[in-house]
């Protein structure tokens, strides 16, 4: 086979910012973690220097996207990749929504429009803490939590009686700070890529645990 034209490869700068704006939190440490769990395998100049392909960029995007929008933790996704390596059809990657986005930003009018919330119950919302505007502006999580919270209006629960979920959601989050914080203070190469999975991970865990203990709780209630 001959060689590829040398501009066919891309320096890993060069993929940092075909995908930051897709991927906003993307960063190279990030990129060079993946790489050493060997999700992506990119060559390398006599020099040493990593040289990507197209192929290496779509595959980083899938990783990105599955780890995004699907919360899947990078063993799966490498069981995954594998698989497709073999010739399996890719599993389809579900697309968020504009307003399910982490990072999309909306006025107080859009956030009472698209969670049908009145502006007494978001006032309420922000009062006991489970609702936190940026400046004037509401992402993503705001926009769930208001949705939640309607829903749960339905049965008489107003954010007073929500208090409780607020605060074991951030003794869980400092959990999850506890664990990452050596990972962090290790500043070497892949460190935040590390802290970023293993934060991840960890959530998925605390929600399934989570999860079981309130059915638990829920069977307990019921005399079953």
């Not at 440490?29 to 040493?48: A, C, H, T």
């Not at 995007?61 to 069981?79: A, F, H, N, S």
Request: proline residues 6%; aromatic residues 4%.
């Amino acid at each position: 086979m001959s060689a590829q034209p040398a501009r066919s490869y891309m320096s890993i700068g060069e993929v940092l910012a075909l995908l930051q704006d897709e991927f906003p939190d993307v960063t190279i440490s990030k990129i060079r973690f993946l790489e050493g769990e060997g999700l992506i395998e990119p060559q390398r100049s006599p020099s040493g220097y990593r040289r990507f392909t197209h192929a290496d960029v779509e595959r980083l995007r899938y990783i990105l996207t599955e780890q995004r929008d699907r919360y899947l933790p990078l063993r799966v996704i490498k069981d995954n990749l594998e698989a497709i390596d073999r010739g399996a059809r890719p599993l389809p990657v579900p697309r968020r929504a504009p307003d399910e986005a982490p990072d999309v930003r909306m006025s107080r009018e859009e956030l009472l429009s698209a969670s049908g919330l009145d502006d007494e119950t978001l006032a309420e919302l922000e009062e006991y803490g489970l609702v936190t505007p940026v400046g004037r502006r509401y992402d993503g999580t705001a926009l769930a939590v208001a949705r939640a919270v309607g829903a749960l209006a339905a049965f008489g629960l107003r954010a007073r009686h929500l208090r409780v979920v607020r605060a074991a959601a951030d003794r869980e989050a400092g959990l999850v700070e506890q664990v990452i914080a050596p990972l962090l203070r290790r500043r070497g190469p892949g460190a935040i890529g590390r802290a970023e999975e293993t934060a991840r991970e960890i959530s998925e865990h605390l929600l399934a645990l989570h999860t079981a203990l309130m059915r638990a709780g829920v069977r307990d209630a019921l005399g079953r």
